[in-house]
């Protein structure tokens, strides 16, 4: 995968990412409604966030090969 491509997948995960932190956070701020999707949203976040921790990985591992 390019640079250019590894950033925009960055991009894209870190929007996805803070769409998921804002809907954890709606959720937490609903408690005690909808208690039931915690275990839910907090796995979509969590992965979401474990995809863009390694794509910012890749992203400076491709930079510092190219440097």
Not at 3 to 31: C, G
Not at 36 to 48: Q, W
């Amino acid at each position: 995968m390019s640079i250019e491509e590894l950033e925009a997948k960055v991009k894209k995960l870190s929007m996805r990412s803070t769409t998921a932190k804002m809907n954890l956070h709606d959720l937490s701020e609903e408690l005690p409604t909808d208690w039931e999707k915690i275990p839910e949203v907090a796995a979509e976040t969590f992965e979401v966030f474990k995809e863009l921790a390694a794509a910012r990985k890749a992203l400076k591992e491709a930079k510092k090969a190219t440097a």
